[in-house]
Structure formats: structure tokens, C-alpha cells
């Protein structure tokens, strides 16, 4: 693959991880704005804020964590024969699929900057008793979308790079074609790893023998 596909890849992978683990933290800014809910229901006047910001908060969560779950395979997908295909045959169908995929979140996409557009032009509320501008959190939004349409073009890159023979996937702390650990995938034989394992089983053995 050139050079620059590699790039993207690679750049792109990066910031989704690095924005998609920092926003796991935002459920636990979710629990507590639904815990201080709660207590002002009981002990308090009811706040009016608790409830629209939680579900900012959730909106936030979901979409910008969207492309790092795209990268890890996360969503949900139904299975009736995708599981029982060979693994080129697994990645034709999810290079052909993710086209669409690609093509849904740039129509998405347009519709967000169109109501962030007009959120920032005329100062868009919510119609609740608390009425929090609405242009932020679209922002927001439209930043997820894009996001996930920046992932959804990488592992179509990757999709096709295998294809050709070519793993761009590299594991968080790993190298391309690798484990977590950066070791790499490989059967006995096939790489060093392999080799040394199959090795150390053998020392263990002979070491149990000579011991009895």
C-alpha cells in the first residue's frame, strides 16, 4: 500500500484511540450528574438541568467513542453465516459492506453541519424549562460523525491492504500483524516467538524426566 494510505491509517487509528479512551471517562461525569438527580429529587428542589445534561453526556459518549469501537470491532452484528466464512472471504464482505457504511455517515454527516449550521447562525434552544443552547452539543455530534467516517475510510484501507497480502492493523502498544504485546501472529516455525515457545515445552520435559 502507498505510503500515505499507511499514513492516514496510521494517524487516524491513533486519534480515535487516544479520543475514545479519554471518553470512556465521561460515564462516570454521567453517573454523577444522574446520582446529584436523585439527590435533589429527595432531599431538594428538583434541578433542571440533571436530565438534558446526562443525555448530552450519553450523546458525547457514544458518538465520539463510535470510531474507536468501529476499530476494535465492537459494534454489535448479526451472525447467521459470517462466522462460518474463511477469513478472505470475511474480508471481501466487509470491504464490499463498509462502502455503504461510508456512504450512510456522509449523508450523516451533511445533515449535521446543516443543524449546526443553523444551531450557531440562530442560536438554537431546547424547548425544556432549562433551554441550554443546542449549537455545543452538535458540534459535538458532527465531530463524532466525522470521526467515525475518518475510521470507517481506515478500515477500508486495511480491509483492502489484506487483501493484498498487507496487515495494517496494529494493536494498541503492538506492531502491524501483531499481538497487544507486539509479538508477532505466527505459527510455531513461522516466527522466532513460535520457535522459543515450542523450545522452552521441550527444556520442561526433559527437565521433569531427569528430575524422576
Known amino acids: 500500500m502507498p505510503k500515505a494510505l499507511k499514513t492516514y491509517v496510521r ?43 446526562a ?8 458518538l465520539l467513542g463510535g470510531g474507536y469501537s468501529m476499530q476494535l470491532g465492537a459494534h454489535v452484528r448479526m451472525d447467521l453465516l459470517y ?28 445533515g449535521a453541519y446543516s443543524s449546526t449550521s443553523y444551531a450557531l447562525e440562530y442560536g438554537e434552544r431546547s424547548y425544556s424549562a432549562w433551554r441550554p443552547y443546542m449549537a455545543p452539543i452538535k458540534l459535538v455530534m458532527s465531530l463524532g460523525i466525522f470521526l467515525m467516517l475518518l475510521q470507517a475510510v481506515s478500515t477500508l484501507i486495511k480491509d483492502i491492504a489484506k487483501l493484498r497480502g498487507e496487515d495494517l492493523t496494529a494493536p494498541p502498544g503492538g506492531r502491524p500483524g501483531g499481538t497487544p504485546g507486539g509479538t508477532p501472529v505466527g ?6 516467538g513460535g520457535a522459543t515457545e515450542g523450545q522452552g515445552e521441550q527444556a520442561a520435559e526433559r527437565s521433569g524426566e531427569a528430575r524422576a
Open 11 to 53: 494517524v487516524v487509528d491513533g486519534v480515535n484511540l487516544w479520543i475514545g479512551r479519554a471518553v470512556m471517562l465521561l460515564i462516570f461525569a454521567m453517573m454523577g450528574v444522574l446520582l446529584w438527580s436523585s439527590v435533589s429529587k429527595t432531599f431538594f428542589l428538583p434541578s433542571l438541568w440533571t436530565l438534558e445534561m
Open 55 to 62: 443525555q448530552f453526556l450519553m450523546v458525547a459518549y457514544f
Open 83 to 110: 462466522g462460518s466464512w474463511s477469513d478472505r472471504t470475511k474480508t471481501w464482505v466487509d470491504a464490499f459492506t463498509i462502502v455503504f457504511l461510508i456512504f450512510y455517515l456522509v449523508l450523516l454527516l451533511y
Open 187 to 192: 505459527t510455531p516455525g513461522e516466527t522466532g
